[in-house]
């Protein structure tokens, strides 16, 4: 409860800080260009994703320290999240391709939440330069250093598409072609069990339901880059043009979470729908109760 009072707290005083920085048109629609590197042009969203990462790189490696086999209290915190994530995220993907998996989804949803996130803080999206006419010497515009990449188009569909190529390359390496085209246009009918007849007409029942399928798996870069944008981006205007008005503030910390969340729980199952056909149960099987399989044994003693 302490710490929960101490968050409410600091967030009440972001949300009250950031009022006077609220920007009144609003975040633009399109990340804007602070500076050009020959002809390639740096946005704000940009610099960024690339300090938020750095940020991100130095505080872990200094709240874990030292790795040691009794882990200190940052240490604690880190692996803390990491297990949560990751009995979390196993049930989904499966086991056999959870080592290539997981450290895919768990840079998704700390990358996602801190950037998420970092459009609550002061002076993000409020501070940078205005563009004056030069002829009437008014202002036309304004662009701010600050922009969190989750609130611009093109980094959402940067992590889409990253995750659209992550799937692909773990599903064919722990799943292969063969298991991905059968789930696809494989009938998944029992041959012993009905007429042939109904069966090769299920192949072909089968098979426009896979073309409808492989088009659903190609509108998922789609689907997820708009939906986090969206989100982001409409809290980000509900903001500045709520002067940050505190029960909003709230809400959107909510959101960064759910939509950080959404995205890495979503991309889970896309692989787990090809890779987790029930791995586990013939683990279980071997190492099933010996006392159990004894006692199924014609003549055996009973105990």
């Not at 940078?128 to 006419?133: A, H, I, L, Q």
């Not at 505190?246 to 896309?270: A, D, H, N, R």
Request: with cysteine; aromatic share 12%.
């Amino acid at each position: 409860m302490p710490l929960v009072r101490t968050l409410l707290l600091l967030a009440s005083i972001l949300a009250s800080g950031t009022a006077a920085f609220a920007n009144e048109g609003g975040v633009s629609e399109k990340a804007e260009s602070v500076f050009h590197v020959g002809p390639l042009p740096l946005t704000n969203s940009m610099l960024t994703s690339w300090g938020v990462t750095l940020i991100l790189v130095f505080f872990i490696r200094w709240l874990v320290g030292k790795p040691q086999i009794v882990p200190a209290r940052g240490q604690a915190v880190v692996e803390g999240l990491i297990n949560g994530l990751r009995d979390l995220f196993e049930p989904i993907v499966g086991k056999k391709a959870m080592p290539a998996a997981f450290p895919l989804l768990i840079c998704f949803f700390v990358f996602i939440l801190l950037h998420n996130w970092s459009g609550l803080f002061p002076f993000v999206g409020t501070v940078g330069w205005k563009e004056m006419n030069q002829a009437t010497g008014e202002q036309v515009g304004f662009i701010p250093w600050i922009r969190p990449l989750t609130s611009d188009l093109n980094g959402t569909i940067a992590l889409a598409l990253t995750s659209f190529v992550g799937w692909f390359v773990i599903v064919l390496r722990y799943a292969g072609p063969k298991a991905l085209l059968f789930d696809l246009f494989g009938n998944k009918a029992d041959k012993k069990e009905i007429p042939a007849a109904l069966y090769w007409s299920l192949s072909v029942v089968f098979l426009g339901v896979g073309l409808i399928e492989v088009m659903s798996i190609l509108i998922r870069p789609i689907t997820l880059s708009v939906r986090l944008f969206g989100n982001i981006f409409g809290g980000e205007n509900l903001l500045h043009n709520t002067s940050f008005i505190p029960i909003f503030y709230f809400l959107e910390i909510l959101v960064g979470l759910v939509q950080s969340f959404v995205f890495t729980l979503l991309t889970s199952v896309y692989i787990g729908l090809i890779c987790n056909h029930g791995d586990d149960h013939g683990e279980e099987s071997e190492h099933s109760n010996p006392i159990e399989v004894k006692e199924a044994v014609p003549g055996a003693p009973s105990h």
